[in-house]
Nanobody, 115 residues
Framework: QVQLVESGGGLVQPGGSLRLACAAS????????MGWYRQAPGKERELVAA???????IYADSVKGRFTISRDNSKNTMYLQMNSLKPEDTALYYC?????????WGQGTQVTVSS
């Protein structure tokens, strides 16, 4: 069955870094467009960054220059390198996989930025 398992979240001080990973299984990872979304308490889920099957990337304006999305098709894994973290980056971060009508979500990993 399809699985998306996020890891790498945690508590970090402002200005710190974290690297999230999303391990995928149960589908042809290399064919899918992959993305990271986040949802803070009381807010809607928003796109953070995405990488297409061809490797093109897009970022939310709020994370440009600080976050880097990447994928390793040989490992069926997507990453999000997050630098210069801010308290407003605090949220539950979700991994997403899309291709045609298929739309899969992970369970999320919590990122908390606080001193």
């Amino acid at each position: 069955q399809v699985q998306l398992v996020e890891s790498g979240g945690g508590l970090v001080q402002p200005g710190g870094s974290l690297r999230l990973a999303c391990a995928a299984s149960g589908f042809t990872f290399s064919s899918y467009h992959m993305g990271w979304y986040r949802q803070a308490p009381g807010k809607e889920r928003e796109l953070v960054a995405a990488v297409t099957s061809a490797g093109a990337t897009i970022y939310a304006d709020s994370v440009k220059g600080r976050f880097t999305i990447s994928r390793d098709n040989s490992k069926n894994t997507m990453y999000l390198q997050m630098n210069s973290l801010k308290p407003e980056d605090t949220a539950l971060y979700y991994c997403n996989a899309k291709w045609r009508v298929a739309d899969y979500w992970g369970q999320g990993t919590q990122v908390t930025v606080s001193s």
